[in-house]
């Protein structure tokens, strides 16, 4: 079955870096866009960013234009989300989904990131 598992949150202080991971299986990855949602509490779940099946094409939320950069490994079946210089709004629970922007249909438990000195 498909399985999405989110890894490589933490808590990092403003300013700082993180990277990232979501590994799947069930699916044939490289045939899939990709997308990371991320969600605050008591906030909205928010599209962070998201990549075509063969990682040529990326679109990202104007919050994080700039700082978080999206990319793919299909032959690890796995997907990024390097985040450059963070701040504590984009403190979250990262989820990685299947599909251009489709809601979360196969997310994760998530990852969270917390930003914060």
């Known amino acids: 079955q498909v399985q999405l598992v989110e890894s490589g949150g933490g808590l990092v202080q403003p300013g700082g870096s993180q990277r990232l991971s979501c590994a799947a299986s069930?699916?044939?990855?490289?045939?899939?866009?990709m997308t990371w949602y991320r969600q605050a509490p008591g906030k909205k779940r928010e599209l962070v960013a998201v990549?075509?099946?063969?990682?040529?094409?990326?679109n990202y939320a104007d919050s994080v234009k700039g700082r978080f950069t999206i990319s793919r490994d299909n032959a690890k079946n796995t997907v990024y989300l390097q985040m450059n210089s963070l701040k504590p709004e984009d403190t979250a629970v990262y989820y990685c989904?299947?599909?251009w922007g489709a809601g979360c249909a196969y997310c994760g438990q998530g990852t969270q990131v917390t930003v914060s000195s």
């Open positions: 989904d299947i599909g």
């Open positions: 069930g699916f044939t990855f490289s045939n899939s866009a």
């Open positions: 990549i075509s099946s063969a990682g040529g094409v990326t």
